[in-house]
């Protein structure tokens, strides 16, 4: 798993995206547009690991504090590589497969 940090300027360095309009691009990163420090976890396959990819979006869109999403996100990393050790993941996991 990849911890990302969402981050405007960082996307705008990278420069243009071929075949795709500079103006069509901003809009649509307006519209999905994720507040500047939100957590982002990927999986190996760079997709979002669920269901802590919609907490953190729903604790952005609810305006926390970027630092205090951070220090979640960082626990959430450490909870879920623990999980992941012991052959489970945050759905599936019981207090029996943490003993």
Not at 8 to 24: M, Y
Request: glycine share 6%; aromatic share 10%.
């Amino acid at each position: 798993m990849r911890l990302y940090f969402a981050n405007h300027r960082a996307v705008w360095r990278v420069g243009d995206v071929a075949g795709i309009d500079r103006s069509l691009l901003a809009g649509a990163l307006e519209r999905y547009r994720l507040p500047t420090g939100t957590p982002v976890l990927l999986d190996e396959a760079m997709r979002p690991v669920e269901p802590v990819s919609s907490w953190f979006r729903s604790l952005a869109l609810a305006r926390r504090d970027a630092k205090s999403m951070r220090a979640y996100a960082y626990t959430v990393l450490m909870l879920l590589r623990f999980l992941q050790a012991r052959g489970t993941d945050l759905c599936s996991a019981t207090e029996m497969d943490i003993l």
